[in-house]
């Protein structure tokens, strides 16, 4: 089935430094996400980007976090500077319209020591 | 918080056991969808139940969903082993934001 694709899988990083993720959604999608999940808790609405915008975002979408798809190319955040709470999973998923099924990449372990 | 309290469980039965999972949310939503997540995955869709809907099955799979009580629940016949996993039921917003309850931590025993 579709799948999306999140680069690299697993990352360390020093706290304070600029992080990039990287994800690669299914081809004709047009609605794209970020999740947050801290191990064995909840799935967290970080922010949701359509059509080029930031359409919502939540609490946990702090100033120093930043989304873009430049050209259709990846669809990526980017933390700068990182601190060690954003240490967590992160997600990625992508759709095709508001209201139908949602497709996840397996995720970017971040590490920040 | 757009859920209720009584999301959060762990549940621990035999394989070939029935277990039905239960949400309720308090905003509006378009649509219930429903998703498991295995260990060290992202999550996986198994039923989207539109909110004109009532009930939608997939094989051993069957949701409800009731919007006058703000509730869904999700079924599973003749678990598997295989079934162990979370199981979440998550909300979508007419600008197509989705958000995920709590969850369940489902274990099926062989």
């Known amino acids: 089935g579709p799948k999306v694709l999140q680069i690299p899988s697993h990352q360390i990083i020093d706290m304070g430094q600029m992080v990039t993720l990287n994800c690669d959604p299914v081809?004709?999608?047009?609605?794209f996400y970020w999740y947050k999940q801290i191990l064995g808790q909840q799935m967290e609405f970080l922010v949701n980007?359509?059509?080029?915008?930031?359409?919502?975002k939540s609490k946990l979408f702090k100033d120093q976090f930043s989304v873009e798809r430049p050209d259709g190319s990846y669809f990526t955040l980017k933390i700068q500077p990182t601190a060690l709470e954003d240490s967590a999973v992160y997600f990625c998923?992508?759709?095709?319209?508001?209201?139908?099924?949602?497709?996840f990449g397996k995720g970017t372990r971040l590490t920040v020591v | 918080s757009q859920w209720g309290e009584e999301n959060l469980q762990a549940l621990s039965i035999q394989e070939g056991e029935d277990v039905t999972m239960n949400c309720s949310y308090k905003?509006?939503?378009?649509?219930v969808q429903w998703y498991r997540q295995k260990s060290g995955k992202g999550p996986a869709q198994l039923i989207l139940?539109?909110?004109?809907?009532r009930e939608k099955r997939s094989g051993r799979l069957r949701a409800t969903l009731d919007t006058s009580s703000q509730s869904s629940s999700l079924s599973i016949t003749g678990t598997l082993a295989t079934d162990t996993a979370v199981y979440f039921c998550?909300?979508?917003?007419?600008?197509?934001?989705?958000?995920f309850g709590d969850g369940t931590v489902l274990t099926v025993k062989p």
């Open positions: 998923a992508s759709r095709d319209s508001h209201d139908t099924e949602v497709f």
């Open positions: 081809s004709n999608h047009l609605y």
């Open positions: 980007f359509y059509n080029g915008k930031v359409m919502e």
């Open positions: 905003t509006y939503t378009t649509v």
């Open positions: 139940i539109r909110s004109n809907e």
């Open positions: 998550a909300t979508n917003t007419n600008t197509g934001k989705l958000t």
